[in-house]
């Protein structure tokens, strides 16, 4: 049985992008393959791309329509960011092919909370399938300890373990990635 192993790029598009990018990804997996991902490439996404994800989850709470937020990310100070700034227009284009399905008026401000709440759903899940979706190996070492994110109660998500965070008398979170 073929082994196909997943770097960054295509773990990403099988588990966070929208349903054509990942049956791209999954096109080009071996048919009848296994597919393997070491510990330090699900670290490397859970620190680059799923952080991005959760700030621009917690940078929409600062807005009150889809339009305001859509522009703040084609904003200057985010092309200081490339990484941060291209997850986050990738983002936005998921969530225009998943409108694509919809029809129907739909306001600014529901707009943004219907976004909120497909991003809530790409980290959960998207967490969760980078856990246990694919045979994982650490032969190098990696670190274990990364936290699932979790909602701290404000409506924002948080991933930093207790010990790092900056205000002790932050929520303490709870884990979105268990329902």
Same mark, same amino acid.
């Given at each position: 049985?073929?082994?196909?192993?997943?770097?960054? !790029?295509?773990?990403?598009?099988?588990?966070?992008?929208?349903?054509?990018?990942?049956?791209?990804?999954?096109?080009?997996?071996?048919?009848?393959?296994?597919?393997?991902?070491?510990?330090?490439?699900?670290?490397?996404? *859970?620190?680059?791309?799923?952080?991005?994800?959760?700030?621009?989850?917690?940078?929409?709470?600062?807005?009150?329509?889809?339009?305001?937020?859509?522009?703040?990310?084609?904003?200057?100070?985010?092309?200081?960011?490339?990484?941060?700034?291209?997850?986050?227009?990738?983002?936005?284009?998921?969530? %225009?092919? *998943?409108?694509?399905?919809?029809?129907?008026?739909?306001?600014?401000?529901?707009?943004?909370?219907?976004?909120?709440?497909?991003?809530?759903g790409w980290i959960r899940r998207?967490?969760?399938?980078?856990?246990?979706? %694919?045979?994982?190996?650490?032969?190098?070492?990696?670190?274990?300890?990364?936290?699932?994110?979790?909602?701290?109660?404000?409506?924002?998500?948080?991933?930093?373990?207790? !010990?790092?965070?900056?205000?002790?008398?932050?929520?303490?979170?709870?884990?979105?990635?268990?329902?």
């Open positions: 049985m073929a082994q196909a192993f997943l770097d960054s !790029s295509l773990l990403i598009g099988l588990v966070f992008r929208h349903a054509g990018e990942r049956a791209a990804c999954r096109a080009a997996l071996p048919v009848h393959g296994t597919a393997v991902c070491s510990r330090y490439v699900i670290f490397e996404v *859970a620190r680059g791309f799923l952080r991005n994800l959760i700030a621009l989850h917690n940078y929409s709470l600062e807005f009150s329509s889809f339009a305001d937020l859509h522009r703040a990310a084609h904003s200057g100070q985010q092309r200081f960011k490339p990484h941060r700034m291209h997850t986050w227009l990738g983002a936005f284009d998921d969530y %225009f092919a *998943a409108l694509e399905a919809e029809d129907g008026y739909t306001s600014e401000a529901l707009k943004l909370e219907e976004f909120r709440a497909k991003l809530r998207g967490w969760r399938q980078m856990q246990t979706g %694919f045979s994982s190996f650490n032969e190098i070492g990696c670190r274990e300890d990364l936290p699932p994110p979790a909602s701290r109660g404000d409506q924002r998500i948080d991933q930093r373990p207790a !010990s790092l965070r900056r205000n002790p008398q932050e929520l303490e979170p709870t884990q979105i990635g268990q329902d």
